[in-house]
């Protein structure tokens, strides 16, 4: 069997075929340590956005998230740099947006090669589909899902990416719409019973994980945060779990009170 391969510097390289089938089976490795149970179509994915655009989940490049793979702006950039895209170009969409409102839109235009005529992407951002993370950076966000949006329609790329959706998926319900103290209509507990089970699974201390979570809303007690905030710091907190424990114990840890020295 002849083995193609290229030879640079004096270095033999693999062929960047062999090198995606190599990439496809540590993303696999890795998608299983991180994530746990798979189900055969998210594998099927994940294999082919492995081999036929080289994506890498340790560089960043894919998320999983709410049972389903998600590409990045990180992604998109080094796919565009790898097949040498020679140019994207933006401008601010001005009938579509708002400074005062704080929304935008903008247009993306990919090109391929010097012959490319162009491939069109829009995206728009507002405050009521970005997440609160990242809250008065509407235009940034805009002008990123236009560029997203256009990369993926000039290589073919069939997968959301993570930063057009407008918050960050869960794997719980939505809450209803008052406190996330849960109060409610039944939908309350299922996020408890998610942060709880993240702090068992994880061997985390309830009380730590409570200061960090007032910290993460920015609020003066869990109570006051929002339905939207708490979901967040969940999916957060689940996520830096999966990822990094040591991380994530350090992070909690700072939360600790300096223990008090008992006077006799």
């Known amino acids: 069997m002849r083995v193609k391969r290229t030879e640079q510097h004096g270095v033999i390289k693999p062929h960047p075929r062999r090198r995606h089938k190599e990439l496809a ?3 696999l490795k890795l998608a299983k340590q991180m994530w746990g149970d798979l189900n055969p179509r998210f594998v099927q994915n994940l ?22 793979l ?21 401008r601010l969409v001005a009938e579509f947006s708002d400074q005062a409102a704080s929304r935008w839109a903008f247009q993306a235009t990919v090109f391929r090669s010097m012959k ?16 609160p993370l990242v809250r008065g950076a509407e235009m940034r966000v805009a002008e990123t899902r236009a560029v997203n949006r256009a990369l ?15 918050t960050i998926p869960n794997p719980v319900e939505k809450l209803p719409p008052q406190s996330a103290n849960g109060n409610g209509n039944g939908s309350g507990p299922k996020v408890r019973d998610r942060l709880c089970q993240i702090i ?9 994980v409570k200061a960090y979570a007032v910290d993460f809303c920015g609020t003066k007690t869990l109570r006051d945060a929002t339905r939207e905030q708490v979901e967040n710091f969940v999916q ?9 424990r040591n991380a994530l114990l350090c992070q909690l840890n700072s939360y600790a009170r300096p223990k008090q020295e008992v006077v006799a």
Do not use: M
């Not at 998600?70 to 933006?90: E, N, Q």
């Not at 068992?200 to 730590?208: T, W």
């Not at 957060?236 to 999966?242: K, T």
């Open 25 to 27: 089976g540590k993303n």
């Open 47 to 68: 294999e082919t956005y492995s081999t036929e655009f080289g994506f890498s989940i340790l560089a960043g490049d894919l998320h999983y998230l709410d049972k389903g």
């Open 70 to 90: 998600y590409v990045t702006h990180t992604g998109l950039i080094r796919l565009a740099r790898r097949r040498h895209c020679v140019g994207i170009d933006v």
């Open 116 to 131: 490319c005529k162009g491939f069109v992407g829009y995206g728009d951002a507002d405050p009521s589909n970005v997440s």
């Open 152 to 166: 993926r329609k000039a290589y073919g790329i069939g997968i959301c990416s993570v930063e057009e959706i407008g």
């Open 200 to 208: 068992r699974q994880h061997k985390l201390d309830p009380e730590l």
């Open 236 to 244: 957060s907190l689940a996520d830096w779990a999966e990822k990094d």
